[in-house]
């Protein structure tokens, strides 16, 4: 893989099913106000030519990267950010299902004076593109070091990274399904200086094919569905450790997954009382943050004290 001559790549994936929002991700892309990136964009069951259609225009510096039937999402990523990596100084990582706001870009060449990797607001939005009033973001005294690792904040929209830490952080194991907040967190492991951008950088939208729900209402459903992707993230995380890690945030790291390993057990597998915690995280006012639904630390009676 040659050199990118721009230093800068602005990575995504497309897959079937996304084909109707890849317009208005293109002419985003093609609105930048900083245009000097390379366009990579990893094609998990689509060809150049359907891709190209569903854009209705082609970037002009575009490196493809093919997947092969059966790819998990895990492999497709390292597929696409491996050689994305080797190749370039930055990674701007946007969705392809979202909006670029103009200065995504030039926001993220900023923020990488300062940090080795960076996360920015994210507009909610519905299928169409409608605002919802509200933001994934942290607050503006809240600090990333302090969110990670029990929630996340760091997607694989709104991310971006100096090459050498996200290589640093690869390879992606095929059984990863939670990609982003596996990066960050091995990130955070390694006491990568991390930054976050509290201005929204993107819109996000809110859909069916979204991993998990952001907003209440929920249900015990949805808590016991998080609940496994968040164990089985900690059981990746831990097995793929290396020696270089932070010992005090391997410590912090280890205490989370024993107080989630504790959640599943007293509440998740107990129905009236998955029932009872449902109702009272319903009450909460909760952070616009990934993954907060479980082992809610103000919750944490309902479970420490049984």
Known sequence: MSVSASGTALATTFYPGVEPFLGEWFQSVEGQTDQEFDTWIALDGLSEEEAVAAMG??????????????????????????????????LVLVDSDDILHQERVSAARYLLQEYEMAGCGLRLVDAVGGDLGKTV?????????????????????NTCWHA????????????????????????????????FDVTPRMDYRQYGANMTQIQGPFDPARIKL?????????????????DDADPERETILAHSVQDVE??????????????????????LDLPMVWWATVAHPKLQYLWCNK
Request: charged share 30%; aromatic share 8%; glycine share 6%.
């Open 164 to 195: 050498r830490l996200l290589s640093r952080c690869l390879p992606v194991p095929e059984q990863v399904e939670i990609v982003d907040w596996y990066l960050a967190t091995r990130a955070w492991l390694f006491g990568a200086k991390i930054g």
């Open 57 to 90: 225009g082609c970037p002009k510096r575009v490196i493809w990267i093919h997947g092969e039937a059966g790819d998990s999402p895990g492999t497709m990523r390292q597929k696409l950010l491996a050689p994305a990596c080797a190749a370039n100084d930055f």
């Open 262 to 283: 504790r959640f599943e057990r007293d509440i998740v597998r107990d129905p009236e009382r998955l029932q009872i915690y449902t109702e009272e995280l319903n009450k």
């Open 137 to 157: 973001t942290l607050q503006a005294d809240d600090s990333p070091e302090a969110l990670l690792p029990r929630w996340n904040v760091f997607g694989l929209s």
């Open 226 to 242: 998080d609940c496994g992707r968040v164990m089985a993230h900690f059981r990746r995380v831990l097995i793929s450790r290396k």
